[in-house]
């Protein structure tokens, strides 16, 4: 069980909407290589990108209204930074960048931070450098929103969380993807679920 604010999230209650292991045929089936070096080796999804630029792979399907992405992460040393998923999101062909979409990981944003930014603005932002970060360590995470209240979830632990006051349109914008941004990177046991959650009110009882 994750706690948020009001809220009580049960993962292995939520429907599962994509529950694929990665291969060569389902990631040429089930995505879209946008930008950068994206393979499956023994199961895992890797990335590689030298340049510093949001390089993805982008799913084919949509996945809209509340939606949580579930998966194994790796940085591949000698990198360290920048495990980054998308979700709500959508690609700009045109220009070849993302599009808008809400983006969150560990170990980014420059400095070392778990951290969220809502594309193509990049004036909604959050981040921490509170979570300690283990280079080449396999990391469990959960992310996803609820109608713009977003977590970060990494083994189990909630690191971050926020609320969107103009939450993306998730019925509009559905396509979920993976980033390789200046690193080399990999991911496993993808798991996209759709998002159910207990109401809970919330008040103090005086301590005194």
Same mark, same amino acid.
């Given at each position: 069980m994750v706690q948020l604010m009001k809220k009580k999230l049960f993962f292995e209650k939520m429907e599962i909407l994509y529950n694929r292991p990665f291969t060569k045929e389902s990631l040429e089936? @089930?995505? @879209?290589? *946008?930008?950068? *070096?994206?393979?499956?080796e023994d199961g895992w999804l890797i990335g590689e990108n030298r340049t510093n630029f949001a390089a993805m792979t982008v799913s084919k399907a949509d996945y809209f209204g509340p939606v949580m992405m579930e998966f194994d992460a790796q940085t591949i040393l000698p990198c360290t930074h920048d495990i980054n998923v998308m979700w709500h999101g959508s690609w700009n062909d045109e220009t070849n960048t993302r599009d808008v979409a809400y983006v969150a990981g560990l170990q980014g944003w420059w400095d070392g931070k778990v951290g969220f930014e809502r594309s193509p603005e990049y004036t909604f932002n959050a981040g921490t450098q509170l979570f300690d970060f283990e280079p080449g360590k396999v990391y469990h995470m959960a992310v996803g929103d609820i109608n713009g209240h977003i977590f970060v979830v990494v083994d189990g632990k909630l690191v971050l969380e926020v609320t969107d006051p103009t939450p993306i349109d998730g019925y509009k914008y559905g396509k979920i993807g993976f980033e390789a941004y200046c690193s080399k990177l990999k991911f496993k046991n993808l798991c996209v679920r759709k998002v159910t959650w207990i109401d809970e009110p919330k008040e103090y009882i005086p301590e005194f």
């Open positions: 089936q @089930d995505f @879209d290589v *946008k930008a950068g *070096k994206w393979y499956v």
